[in-house]
């Protein structure tokens, strides 16, 4: 069974600070992807990184997708409150398991002003 | 508007009385899928589908049904509820399989 471990679970942080969020697995994935969710409401996907190795940058938010796709890190520059919420990482599986995905387990982020 | 549209939004039922979520998508997508969301267990996926006709188990797909008859829909069946699957449901879609890209507001199922 894959998995995928994401830390911390959660950070509560000062507008201005920098962080990142790890997201962890034994397993190799073809794909992972990074989603933001808010109380109440479906993830909305902030990135898709596909190659080992790889980096993304959304404006103050920059992936890394690791050499080996075993692992991802987001880092938040300067966040402000409007950060604030769930990030979540999924892996889509490899080969005959494409198409199944695996969720973490989310980070919950606290920006206070 | 691109968008997930999800029916109902909240149920509340009981046990072993039959029930469908709806779940509809208007960008011609052909990877569908369904999650539940659980505190302490996050997000896991139940059923995905490739293509029309074309549907797979999840991580825990034990008591529900699915199919895709047409692109746009991907219905999610549970024949007899029980009190454990009371969760927060999510349909997604995306252009690309295993990329969830869109996802709908979800359905709150309470199961008594």
């Known amino acids: 069974t894959q998995l995928l471990e994401q830390s911390p679970q959660f950070l509560s942080i000062q507008e201005g600070e920098n962080l990142t969020v790890y997201c962890n697995s034994s397993?190799?994935?073809?794909?992972l992807q990074w989603y933001r969710q808010e109380p109440g409401e479906g993830p909305v996907l902030l990135v898709t990184?596909?190659?080992?190795?790889e980096v993304k940058k959304l404006k103050r938010l920059t992936f890394q997708f690791g050499d080996a796709r075993k692992d991802s890190s987001l880092h938040i520059t300067a966040a402000q409150p409007g950060d604030t919420g769930l990030y979540l990482c999924?892996?889509?599986?490899?080969?005959?398991?494409?198409?199944?995905?695996?969720f973490g387990k989310g980070t919950k982020l606290s920006v206070k002003p | 508007e691109a968008q997930v549209t999800q029916n109902p939004r909240y149920l509340i039922t009981v046990t072993g009385k039959k029930l469908t979520v709806t779940c509809s998508q208007n960008?011609?997508?052909?990877?569908m899928s369904w999650y539940r969301q659980d505190p302490g267990l996050g997000l896991r996926q139940i059923y995905y589908?490739?293509?029309?006709?074309?549907?797979d188990k999840g991580d825990v797909p034990e008591g529900y049904k699915v199919s895709r008859k047409e692109k746009r829909n991907f219905p999610l069946i549970l024949e007899s509820p029980s009190p454990n699957q009371t969760s927060l449901y999510f349909c997604?879609?995306?252009?690309?399989?295993?990329?969830?890209?869109?996802f709908g507001d979800g359905t709150r199922l309470s199961i008594l």
């Open positions: 997604a879609s995306s252009r690309d399989r295993g990329r969830p890209q869109h």
């Open positions: 397993s190799v994935f073809s794909s």
């Open positions: 990184v596909v190659t080992g190795g």
């Open positions: 999924a892996g889509e599986g490899y080969g005959g398991s494409q198409g199944n995905l695996i």
């Open positions: 960008m011609n997508h052909e990877y």
């Open positions: 589908s490739m293509n029309v006709e074309v549907t």
